[in-house]
């Protein structure tokens, strides 16, 4: 079956502190996206990540692929209140019917 | 605004209607892209078109269809529909076939509730 797994599923954080979300998938995958979604509102795209090692940052946000483990992970560094939002991370299949799998998403929520 | 339209924006309807989605992908973009998001399925890739084909073909129901004209535009169109049609339905658009690293543009959705 082919699967993507996102955790947390939910992650409540203080404003400065750092932490990471992390993304398994079982298919075989060109290309590994993340999205980012606020309340009541339509995705924004932030990284696309293609090779084994890829690392792309965006300000307190930096993603990275580890294709070799099926992995992604999007670290936040410094977390500010505007960063509250949900995070998905979704894969682009090259087996299967099914081309763009996504995960559950991460609801994280920065306190300050 | 990601240049992205669609419409309309809510849609209210009964169930065993026919409804008809429509999306504006941005200028100059070949491929759209229709997800459907509920809380019961999470995030799904419905279908892919690029500059009139079908593309990619994800988890789309039979009773569900789409197309893209040759303006571009795309319509989602959803028969027979069932409560658990009710949910948000984005199209995104990119301007190639969707590889590399392109970045697939979104629209803000529209809302459909079956009752």
């Known amino acids: 079956e082919l699967k993507v797994e996102q955790n947390p599923l939910f992650l409540s954080m203080q404003e400065g502190k750092n932490y990471t979300i992390y993304c398994n998938y079982s298919?075989?995958?060109?290309?590994l996206y993340w999205y980012r979604q606020d309340p009541g509102k339509s995705l924004e795209s932030l990284f696309v990540l293609l090779s084994n090692g890829a690392v792309k940052q965006e300000g307190r946000l930096m993603a990275s692929l580890d294709t070799k483990a099926r992995l992604s992970t999007l670290h936040i560094t410094a977390a500010v209140h505007d960063l509250s939002a949900t995070y998905f991370c979704a894969v682009a299949s090259t087996s299967g019917t099914y081309k763009y799998i996504f995960g559950t998403g991460t609801r994280l929520k920065v306190l300050a | 605004d990601s240049g992205v339209t669609q419409t309309p924006k809510h849609l209210i309807t009964a169930t065993g209607q026919r409804v008809t989605l429509r999306c504006s992908p941005r200028s100059g973009d070949l491929s759209v892209y229709w997800y459907q998001q509920s809380l019961d399925q999470g995030l799904q890739f419905l279908i892919q078109?690029?500059?009139?084909?079908?593309?990619a073909k994800g988890n789309i129901l039979e009773r569900f269809s789409a197309q893209q004209f040759p303006d571009l535009h795309s319509e989602l169109n959803l028969s027979s529909l069932e409560l658990g049609d009710s949910a948000l339905y984005f199209c995104?658009?990119?301007?190639?076939?969707?590889?590399?690293?392109?970045?697939?543009?979104f629209g803000p959705g529209t809302r459909l509730l079956v009752l």
């Open positions: 995104a658009s990119s301007v190639g076939g969707g590889g590399g690293q392109e970045t697939q543009y």
């Open positions: 298919t075989t995958s060109d290309r």
């Open positions: 078109y690029y500059n009139g084909e079908e593309r």
